[in-house]
């Protein structure tokens, strides 16, 4: 695929993106990554060429931890960094796991400034809240010159007290300093106005690059983001999908095809690889099993849809009389249709690298069987199902396994499904009634594994058109805390039902067992 690095212009202002999929987004209800997966995107998260990968918060269990030590150890070019708040053992594990990436690694910490957080949060004195950031700052700065600070709720804080603590994190070593909009309270001339004041009134602020963190609680983090930019923040925090907590993060997809987008008015550029931005949007939905809405800017399914006749016309004479952007520069292909079975391993894997897709020898072999399967079932194969069966191909090892499913329903049956699963190593069988074929196959699912996960959400849809499209089901299941998401997708969608059931509970196995080792 054509790489479209922009060039920069004396007249225009490098923007750094720092993403944080990993680590807000992931933080996000149904977001969980494992670390095979969070490699997986840091990946494609390099392939973007985004400048900061903010890879987790190594101090919140020993999967964070090893998931920022593997994305150090492995990910070259972006700059690796890792939250830790601002403690010392916060600081001293950030930095354990950061390391591997050298001079690349960054220490990422953070403490609350508005009067809200310190009183009731941190039950803390201003002063006392300005001497520990200075003594986190100085904390990760005998570890690595690149240090980043972040002023938790800046937005809320009061301005002189955020000036004075921005000058002393700077003087004490940070070279980032992070003024984020905490809970998205923020409107863009507001923080246009919050970045200025901090531009004009902390003596050393050239010193340091201004980073900008937007939440989406009112659905102006991208806004927010461009206005900072134009005050003076030179790097803007944001997310694949613009997934994070609550609403969400700024959008990286958006904010950069912004700026590609409105260069006439705009003076600034990114490093991004923007016919990467779908791969990466597409990858991400592929491992939380989380669709981005159809009408999602840049990357959503509508968003270069012309339904209208009136456009359709207008789009046949001239395609900017609708357009803005082109779907290829985002790195949707214009041919949608792929393969079909008399394609070969190697047109396979071919396709699978224009989609982002990296599978070692094995797994691409399993994805290669899978297909022809498919493409014996199916005339025409689309990326959509290629992405499907990657998507399950390249999960983890399982510990519960499907092995074969039959179904006997109708109108005039009990429906009644017999489920064989392979389970640590041993295969067991079961049959179980049920309302339907789908409560049935998830009764006897349910009895196999001795499973006390409640499904609290079941959703079913084609992943392409025609009858004999793939079926893909996505359900949520919850236990105490934890809830996650699984996905399955088959030209049958019983047998996808329950491979997603089944994904849903190995995730939330996997989940589980993590949290015990952590403790
Ligand atoms: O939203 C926020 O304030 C954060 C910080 C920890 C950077 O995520
Ligand atoms: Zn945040």
Redesign the pocket.
């Known amino acids: 695929m054509a790489k479209a690095r922009e060039t920069k212009k004396d007249d225009q202002r490098i923007i750094k993106i720092f993403d944080t999929t990993l680590r ?1 987004g992931e933080q996000a209800p149904g977001n969980s990554m494992n670390i095979e997966e969070k490699l997986r995107l840091a990946k494609q998260l390099q392939k973007l060429n985004v400048d900061v990968i903010e890879a987790g918060f190594p101090i919140a269990s020993d999967g964070d931890f090893e998931a920022v030590k593997k994305v150090a150890q492995t990910i070259k070019g972006p700059e690796i960094a890792g ?1 830790c708040r601002s403690s010392e053992k916060d600081i001293d594990r950030a930095w354990e796991a950061l390391k591997y990436a050298g001079e690349k690694g960054r220490i990422h910490t ?1 403490i609350a400034t508005s009067d809200i957080h310190m009183k009731y949060k941190l039950q803390m004195e201003p002063g006392k809240v300005l001497a520990s950031a200075v003594k986190a700052v100085k904390r990760a700065a005998s570890y690595t010159p690149n240090v980043e600070f ?1 002023c ?2 800046a937005v809320r804080t009061r301005l002189p007290f955020l000036a004075e603590v921005v000058e002393a994190v700077i003087e004490a070593g940070a070279t980032t300093v ?1 003024i ?1 909009d ?1 809970v998205g309270y923020t409107i863009p001339f507001e923080y246009f106005n919050i970045i200025k004041y901090l531009k004009d009134n902390v003596p050393n602020i050239e010193k340091a690059v201004i980073s900008v ?1 937007c ?1 989406n609680d009112l659905g102006l983090s991208v806004a927010n983001s461009v206005a900072a930019i134009q005050a003076g923040a030179g790097q803007v925090e944001c997310t694949i999908n613009g997934i994070g ?1 609550r609403a969400g993060n700024c959008s990286l997809e958006e904010f950069v095809m912004i700026l590609k987008t409105r260069r006439d008015i705009l003076p600034f550029v990114t490093n991004v690889v923007t016919e990467q931005l779908t791969p990466a949007s597409r990858l991400l939905t592929n491992i939380t099993g989380i669709a981005v809405q159809p009408n999602k800017s840049v990357v959503g399914a509508n968003a270069f849809a012309h339904e209208a006749g009136i456009h359709q016309h207008g789009m046949l004479m001239e395609k900017t009389t609708y357009e803005i952007m082109t779907p290829e520069s985002v790195g949707l292909l214009s041919s949608a249709l792929v393969l079909g079975k008399h394609s070969g391993r190697h047109a396979f894997k071919k396709r699978l690298e224009e989609l982002g897709h990296e599978l070692d020898e094995t797994r691409l072999n399993r994805a290669f069987d899978r297909f022809k399967e498919l493409a014996d079932l199916k005339k025409e194969v689309f990326d959509e199902d290629l992405d499907a069966i990657v998507s399950e191909e390249a999960r983890e090892e399982d510990h519960y396994k499907l092995e074969h499913i039959t179904v006997t329903c109708g109108s005039f049956a009990v429906a009644t499904a017999t489920v064989q699963m392979e389970i640590n190593g041993v295969t067991v069988r079961t049959a179980e009634l049920g309302d339907g074929p789908v409560d049935s196959a998830f009764k006897a699912i349910k009895k196999l594994t001795k499973s006390k996960a409640k499904l609290t959400q079941y959703n079913v849809g084609s992943i392409t058109g025609g009858t004999d499209a793939q079926g893909e089901v996505t359900v949520r299941v919850s236990e105490g805390n934890h809830s996650v998401v699984g996905k399955g997708s088959s030209t049958d969608i019983i047998v996808a039902s329950a491979k997603a059931y089944i994904h849903a509970l190995n995730r939330l196995s996997c989940k589980q067992k993590r949290l015990i080792e952590a403790v």
């Open positions: 807000d939250l953070f972040s938790e709720d992070n984020p905490t963190h939440h907590e």
